[in-house]
């Protein structure tokens, strides 16, 4: 069953959602539930300790920004990364495994350096 409630966005959303729906051909309300399911899985995810397997895609658009340093800080939950430059942007791909507190608190500090980070829940 499904329960109905307003919800208000901003205008621009609202646009790029009107379009993401006439694009694909579907309704807005199958893309809200969508994106709200997702992101709850996320925040359900990072709220309680447990052991995780995920991937870390890291964007940053200088190459000062100096990663490497939270990279070897938090060494005990990265299993391996990997490094890409694409079309003036730095690509990390980061394999982590471990505590979820810690693998939040990493993903906080990269965020903190100007990072720009999508996490892919694995296990």
């Not at 959303?13 to 729906?21: E, K």
């Not at 890409?84 to 791909?93: L, S």
């Amino acid at each position: 069953m499904k329960k109905r409630f307003g919800v208000s966005l901003s205008e621009g959303t609202t646009q790029d959602l009107n379009a993401v729906a006439s694009k694909l051909g579907c309704n807005r309300s199958a893309i809200v539930e969508k994106a709200v399911e997702l992101y709850l899985t996320e925040l359900k995810h990072a709220s309680e300790e447990h052991t995780c397997l995920g991937v870390m895609i890291i964007t940053k658009k200088s190459s000062n920004v100096p990663i490497e340093n939270v990279y070897e800080e938090f060494k005990d939950v990265i299993s391996g990364y990997t490094h890409y430059h694409v079309r003036n942007t730095c690509v990390d791909v980061v394999l982590t495994a471990g505590s979820s507190s810690r693998i939040l608190e990493l993903r906080k500090n990269l965020e903190g350096c100007g990072c720009l980070v999508k996490y892919v829940i694995l296990h």
